[in-house]
């Protein structure tokens, strides 16, 4: 039976380590296993991993694409079928939903990013809604319900 006391590795899977520059006799001995000469072979070498050997680097030879918003927004959407489905399975509370019952019900990924409702499918339930933003369609599909949509 195994016991903490006499637990050994498995056959083979412990590697003895290389100790190089131990005299001729160790097999590793006068370059270390580090070859004749280069840059490699001096102390201190260090290469960067994009070091291409003074050809030009892969990052400088490809065409730079396209810009980045440096203010770009990152908004949330919702569709009106998916708050449906979440009420009706229970994850949501008609009464008031905001961005913390949203985020709490999982159907957005962070309560600190903007959140807009978007009109894709249908809501019969009165549901009264508080956040960032709405499209016209779901505005006006959750006001026909009977609820509200109102800007947080």
């Not at 409702?117 to 809501?123: A, M, R, T, W």
Request: charged letters at 30%; hydrophobic letters at 35%.
């Amino acid at each position: 039976m195994d016991y903490l006391s006499n637990l050994k590795y498995a056959e083979g899977s412990r590697k003895k380590r290389k100790r190089v520059g131990r005299g001729a006799g160790s097999g590793h001995g006068k370059t270390a296993t580090r070859g004749m000469n280069g840059q490699k072979s001096r102390s201190g070498a260090s290469i960067k991993a994009s070091f291409e050997g003074g050809q030009m680097p892969l990052q400088r030879r490809i065409p730079k694409l396209g810009f980045t918003p440096p203010f770009r927004v990152d908004v949330q959407t919702i569709n009106l079928n998916v708050l449906q489905i979440a009420i009706e399975k229970g994850k949501l509370n008609p009464e008031l939903i905001g961005k913390k019952e949203l985020f709490k019900a999982g159907l957005i990924s962070s309560a600190l990013k903007p959140v807009k409702i978007l009109g894709n499918g249908e809501i019969t339930t009165v549901v009264n809604l508080k956040v960032d933003a709405y499209s016209e369609t779901a505005a006006k599909k959750i006001e026909a319900a009977g609820g509200k949509a109102e800007k947080e």
